[in-house]
Each structure stands twice: as C-alpha cells, then as structure tokens.
C-alpha cells in the first residue's frame, strides 16, 4: 500500500480493495460471527505550532468486540524530538462503533527544517473478530519557521457506506458515510497562522469514482481562507448506491494559492464499498 496515497496507478489502488468486502451492519452486532473492519486515516498534518497531531480510527462492518495495537516509527521526523508518541492500544466493546483517536504530541522548536517531517503509525489487530483494513497512517508536520506559509492536503477515507432503512417508511433508504461525518473532506493544513485572508483553488480528479455518478464533482472552485487559520476542510457530496457497490477511489487537488507555496497539492479520497 503506497504510504502517501499520491497519484496512484492501478496496481497501488488495488491494495485498497479489502475495504470493498466490508460486512453488512445488521441488528446482530457483536457476536462471534461478525467481523469488525479498522482504518486509520492514511494522513494526518498539522503545524509545528499546534501542539498535538490527530490520528482517527475509524470502524466499520458489524460492531464486535476487539483490540488493535499500534506501534510507532519516525521517517524524516525524529521521536521525542520533533514528536512524542508511545505504543498503544485501542479497544471496542461490542456494538460499539465510535472512532478512536491517537494523539502525537508536537515538539515546537525554533529551528528552520524541512517543510514536511513525518512518521508512520501501523495498526495491528489483536482479536480474531477485527480486520485491519487500512493500517498505516503518516503523521506530517509541518515547519512553522520557514518564512513561506506551506500548504499540504491530507487524504481520508469514506468508512463505510451504510444503508439505513427509513422507520416507518418500507422502501426508502438513507445513504451516509459515516454518523458523525455525512461526507468525506480533505483537510488542507498550514504551517503557520495566515496574516491576512487567502485564496485557494481545488478540484476533483475522477478515479475509479466518477464526478456525475459516484460524487458531486468540482472544477476550479475558489475557497477563501480566513486571516488567522492553520487549517480549511474541502468537502465533498458522495451520490448514493446499492448495496453490493464496490471500492472506489478519487483524487482532490489544490492550486492557485494567493498567499505561500502548496507542498502537496493531491489527496487521494477512498469510498468503500456498501
């Protein structure tokens, strides 16, 4: 599985499809035969400044009972310098299917770097009934001593599609990704508190999804950022489907900065399957 999720060829993609065989969610949740499916969202980037650095684990599939681990490593970043974070666990209960969190704690120091350190946590299931469908998270930092404002965009992942059958209403259906998020985003990151109201460009690039069909396509829309801000989410509209639909995937990109410099301008969005 590509760590970045950045401009993917078809064979990269292709190690993304165990979302697709996600199990129904059914009034049965919890018992030996279910199987719980985890991801954690492949990126995670904040300023040097912010203090912390978010990982959400997400769930999906049927709500059984269960454990994964995560161990850490450093990449460009190095632990307990320019990060702080041990080795965990995570823990569900039956039927629950709230998200996880991991917290990094941010080490802000005056020295000018590189504009992106990162590091990698892996999930590891520790209980027969949990899958780990998308274990590898990159947490970004970005430098807040540079005399340029940087801009990254994380990609997320849409987990899972459920179906919801309306009460009171035989045959009707309610589409949504996720409880607490309808629809996925990108969060798009800065290194720095803007000094004064920006302009950002963005776009959606078709995949295996398709804009018309799958989502709610967008082309060359101009978002303003408020003076102040380190971060702004680019939502997207998914477009409803049968159960049965398969993974699909596809790409957000920012441009036209108006203030600073765009150090990862693409974020791979994944729909998984219903």
């Known amino acids: 599985m590509r760590l970045g999720w950045k401009r993917v060829g078809a064979g990269s993609v292709a190690s993304l499809m165990t979302l697709g065989g996600l199990l129904a969610v059914t009034g049965n949740q919890g018992v030996a035969s279910c199987q719980r499916e985890v991801a954690i969202m492949p990126e995670a980037t904040v300023s040097e400044s912010a203090g912390t650095l978010v990982f ?50 941010v080490v802000n120091d005056p020295a000018t770097e590189a504009s992106i350190e990162d590091f990698t946590v892996t999930l590891t299931s520790q209980s027969q009934y949990i899958h780990v469908a998308q274990g590898i998270g990159r947490g970004r930092i970005l430098d807040d001593d540079r005399p340029e404002w940087d801009w990254a965009i994380d990609g997320q992942i849409c987990f899972p599609i459920y179906v919801v059958p309306v009460p009171g209403k035989p045959g009707k259906v309610v589409y949504s990704c996720d409880d607490l998020r309808p629809d996925p985003y990108s969060p798009v990151a800065i290194n720095k508190p803007l000094q004064q109201a920006t302009t950002l460009h963005w776009e959606t690039l078709n995949g295996t999804a398709i804009a018309g069909v799958d989502f709610v396509g967008v082309t060359d829309q101009v978002q303003t950022v408020a003076a102040g801000a380190t971060k702004v989410l680019l939502p997207v509209k998914l477009l409803p489907h049968p159960p049965g639909t398969p993974t699909r995937w596809f790409e957000v990109r920012i441009f036209g900065i108006s203030q600073g410099v765009v150090v990862d301008d693409i974020a791979l969005v994944v729909i998984s399957g219903s």
Do not use: H, K, N
């Open 56 to 105: 959400e684990v997400v769930s999906g599939g049927c709500a059984a009972a269960g454990a994964v681990t995560y161990t850490v490593s450093g990449g460009t970043s190095t632990p307990d310098v320019d990060f702080v974070l041990p080795a965990g666990q995570l823990l569900w209960t039956a039927g629950d299917a709230t998200p996880r969190m991991i917290i990094a704690g």
